[in-house]
Every structure is written in C-alpha cells, then in structure tokens.
C-alpha cells in the first residue's frame, strides 16, 4: 500500500531532499531526533525489511553505501547512528522500509 513516502519520491507533497538517485532518495525527518536526522528510502515501495529477497540484495547494499554518501556530505562520516525499525513493535510507523541515518549528538547503547 502506498505511504506518504510514495508521495514525497514522486514530488507530490514536499521534503528536504539531500540526496537522489535512481534507486533511492534521503530527505530530512519532519520531527528530527538529532542535529542529523536524514530517512534513506528505497523507491521501490517495500513496505518493511522482511519484504526483501535476493533480487534486492544490491538494492539494499545502494541504500547504506547511499548512507556513507550522505553522512559524508553532511560532515558526520565520522560518527552517525544507521536505525531501521522493522516492523512496529521495532517502532515502524510509516511501512515504506527506511534507513534513519542520525548525527551530531552523544548516542547511548542500548538504544531505547
Ligand atoms: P519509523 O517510525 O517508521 O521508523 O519512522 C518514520 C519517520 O518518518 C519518523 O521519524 C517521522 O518523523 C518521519 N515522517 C513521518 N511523516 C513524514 C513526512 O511527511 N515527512 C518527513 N520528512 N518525515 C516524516
């Protein structure tokens, strides 16, 4: 089903882009959780990680080397949190599968 990250991928509701390519697009959070807080999206709508299956192997690979991309232009390559909450009892609110990429703040373990 789509999610308001279809919306946003096809330009029809705004967001903060910082990144694009053919397989994803990033944009800053709307309630961000740190100085950094950018979502790293797939354009193909999977709605949750577990969806994955071989064939997107390389796609998910694209999204954390999309990441490193990302957090060095950013200025964080150094030290930045990658979070992707499967499902929601992981949190999952919107079911377009995402990378939170978060920077620029003491980060604690175990994350909450
Ligand atoms: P989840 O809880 O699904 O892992 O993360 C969803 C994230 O999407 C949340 O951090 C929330 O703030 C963000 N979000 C929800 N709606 C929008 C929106 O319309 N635009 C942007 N930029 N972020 C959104």
Redesign the pocket.
Known sequence: MAT??TK?INKE?P??IVYEDDLCLA???????APV?I?IIPKKPLSILNDAEIEDQQLLGHLMLAAIKIADKEGVADAFRL???NGAG??????HM?F?LLAGRPFSWPPG
């Not at 944009?27 to 959780?33: A, E, H």
């Open positions: 308001i990250f946003i509701i967001a903060d944009f800053r959070d709307i309630n961000p959780q807080h979502l979070v992707l909450n992981a949190g999952q609110e919107i079911f995402h939170h």
